[in-house]
């Protein structure tokens, strides 16, 4: 398993989209090398469309939902947080 920290990657860069495509390749190379990835939502106060169309939303285009939703496990996650993923996925899958 993988472990990513998603605070870290935001806090990495000023530009939303880069932090997004960081988080993106972070994925990716997670999922190669353990096949599971946890994402620690720990201390994220806002998850902006714009960073989730480049990691979520291109993983989801990539890779597919199921992927998505069968290889990723996010821990510390608030209720908001929750309902903010899965509206965006659910918004996404019906756009895409």
């Known amino acids: 398993m993988c472990t990513i920290v998603l605070k870290d990657i935001m806090d990495s860069s ?9 988080f993106y390749s972070q994925i990716v190379k997670g999922m190669e090398d353990s096949d599971k990835v946890i994402v620690d939502m720990s201390d994220v106060t806002a998850l902006p469309s714009v960073f ?7 993983l989801i285009d990539e890779w597919g939902v199921d992927k998505l939703k069968n290889n990723m496990v996010f821990t510390m996650i608030t209720k908001q947080q929750a309902m903010r993923l899965r509206d965006y996925i659910v918004k996404y899958g019906v756009t895409a």
């Open 14 to 22: 000023t530009l939303l989209p880069e932090a997004g495509n960081l």
């Open 52 to 58: 989730l169309n480049v990691s979520i939303g291109r």
